[in-house]
């Protein structure tokens, strides 16, 4: 039987061999060690890269009594960190914005406290908020801000537009987020995107090629005429308003509904060959102006009586037409925000939720836009 002859190594490489093991073992150790106390911050609620800064600039006893905070996270992610201002991140409350950072070493370097400075994010985008740093510091950032629907961007409006008119500040954020400042149909807000809530009117435009999502033909038994056509959602809610209106005795129908950038045309011509420019002005909007353009607004008449204002079917339009979704759209007490005189006949869908507040709070389409659905 052959004997095995077993190998037998020389005593450096020995000593070598040893050295690396306790190398590899102290190296393992300070890996598992790091990773415990990275694990620390990121189950605060920090990023890796975020724990990795706070471990290795010795913020660890800093950090660990305040628990997550999104600023203090983002802060230590970016290149733009100061330690000067440490306390002053971890009080400003975190905007999901380019250049967070930078702006908010801008509004410190400013003067701005914590508070001015959540007031001036919670106002505008990164470009509007890197933009109102540029300025020299304002005194009475509130006399503004204060609004919730305020816009950084529009500061000097409301000032020349207060300045000019002496109106208080809501008032003014309200005109000059309607661009009510401006002169009508220059300089307008193109809209483009379909929504039961779009605003259009003499500074917000839409294009000739638009047409709505849900274009659809009305059946006859509720329109004047055969061909009649508007947004499907908007029909819907018609024909339930007209059966419950019948049931209660009044006829109600559809006169006008949605016009084409071509037909609005072809109607400003007509109303100007027949009342002349100024009526057309006042009276009729521009082609890409108009809401009939969006489907969602119908000219509604009675059955009972050529002038729909003397009808006791206006009344009832008046009283229960946001429960259907639909809002009276350009009252007289709303002409100098709509920009339309009075047409008693003009009804808009808005949805159940928005004429219900409209309805109750006894506001313009245009306030209640201005209000919660411009951001």
């Excluded at 400003?92 to 914590?114: E, M, P």
């Excluded at 505008?124 to 109102?132: A, I, L, R």
């Excluded at 709509?338 to 506001?363: C, D, L, M, Q, S």
Aim: negative net charge.
């Amino acid at each position: 039987m052959a004997t095995v002859k077993r190998l037998k190594l020389k005593a450096p490489f020995v000593s070598l061999l040893k050295g690396l093991l306790v190398v590899i073992c102290i190296l393992l150790a300070i890996f598992f060690y790091y990773s415990y106390q990275i694990s620390i911050f990121t189950d605060l609620g920090y990023s890796k890269e975020a724990s990795k800064f706070i471990l290795f600039n010795g913020l660890k006893e800093y950090v660990i009594p305040l628990g997550e905070n999104k600023t203090l996270n983002a802060a230590f992610e970016s290149t733009d960190y100061k330690k000067e201002y440490l306390e002053k991140y971890q009080n400003i409350k975190y905007f999901n914005q380019d250049k967070f950072i930078n702006n908010v070493n801008a509004l410190i370097k400013r003067g701005y406290s914590n508070s001015n400075i959540n007031m001036i994010f919670a106002h505008g985008n990164s470009d509007d908020v890197s933009e109102f740093a540029k300025r020299e510091k304002i005194k009475y950032i509130e006399e503004f801000f204060s609004i919730p629907y305020a816009k950084l961007k529009n500061y000097d409006r409301y000032i020349a537009y207060a300045d000019e008119t002496g109106e208080d500040e809501e008032t003014t954020v309200l005109i000059v987020n309607l661009d009510l400042d401006k002169e009508q149909y220059v300089d307008a807000v193109e809209v483009s995107e379909f929504s039961t809530t779009m605003l259009v009117n003499k500074h917000r435009k839409l294009g000739e090629d638009f047409v709505p999502d849900d274009l659809s033909i009305i059946d006859e038994e509720y329109a004047s005429e055969e061909g009649l056509q508007a947004s499907k959602i908007a029909i819907n809610a018609f024909i339930r308003m007209y059966k419950d209106a019948k049931k209660e005795g009044y006829d109600i129908y559809i006169n006008s509904a949605y016009r084409s950038y071509k037909d609005q045309v072809e109607t400003c011509e007509v109303y100007r060959n027949l009342y002349g420019d100024n009526y057309v002005k006042n009276y009729v909007a521009q082609p890409g102006f108009s809401e009939h353009q969006t489907g969602l607004s119908f000219d509604v008449a009675s059955k009972n009586s050529k002038v729909f204002a003397n009808s006791k079917e206006y009344e009832w339009m008046l009283e229960n037409s946001y429960k259907y979704g639909f809002i009276h759209r350009f009252p007289k007490k709303y002409a100098s925000i709509t920009g339309f005189n009075p047409e008693p006949w003009h009804f808009r869908y808005v949805g159940k939720k928005v004429a219900k507040y409209i309805y109750e709070n006894k506001i313009s389409f245009e306030e209640y836009y201005a209000t919660f659905l411009d951001n």
